[in-house]
């Protein structure tokens, strides 16, 4: 079943993205650390709407109530991934390995500075964000891939959607005085 995308209403109040990256780090007496990342991390998204008329929170409450907490949908960041000219999605030139940074892409060419865009593959639910400019055809992403991709995989580099979870199972809207309501929520990318 395809899954389907949060409406996002009128317009957005705010919306937060954070990357969420689990490290073990220890402390000895004399104050030196050691830290070993673990090959973990995820995305959380922050989302609030303005205060909005009935009419408009309607469809925004009865999506977030029917997807329940362990619902998984989509949810666009436009204002974390502006629109850009030339941004195109690219097709990787050679399959890359489970834990690379670094992917090969057809037809790459120095576009500018891509970094801080996000992007993603086919056929993987795993959000990256690159972070780099193209170099020799060569392109570096974060966090290293969860999986293998293979060659000829398309990479969409503009309009990517995050596939994600309610962060708890209580969801609150707030109703105000003159019948407007807030709504916001909290999400996790769902691996």
Do not use: C
């Amino acid at each position: 079943m395809a899954l389907k995308t949060l409406p996002l209403g009128p317009g957005l109040a705010s919306i937060e993205v954070r990357s969420v990256e689990r490290a073990l780090v220890a402390e000895s007496l004399s104050g030196i650390e050691q830290a070993r990342h673990r090959a973990a991390h995820r995305w959380e998204v922050s989302i609030a709407w303005p205060r909005l008329r009935p009419a408009e929170a309607l469809p925004i409450r009865a999506f977030l109530t029917r997807q329940g907490r362990a619902g998984m949908f989509l949810v666009a960041v436009p204002a974390a991934d502006p629109p850009a000219s030339g941004v195109a999605d690219m097709t990787l030139a050679a399959a890359a390995p489970a834990g690379a940074s670094l992917v090969r892409l057809t037809g790459l060419t120095d576009r500018g500075n891509m970094a801080g865009r996000y992007a993603s593959f086919a056929g993987h639910a795993k959000v990256y964000m690159m972070t780099g400019s193209p170099a020799a055809g060569q392109l570096s992403i974060w966090p290293p891939l969860r999986a293998a991709v293979g060659s000829g995989v398309t990479m969409k580099r503009s309009g990517v959607l995050f596939r994600v979870r309610r962060a708890s199972e209580i969801q609150e809207w707030r109703h105000r005085s003159g019948g407007l309501v807030d709504i916001a929520v909290e999400l996790r990318e769902a691996l």
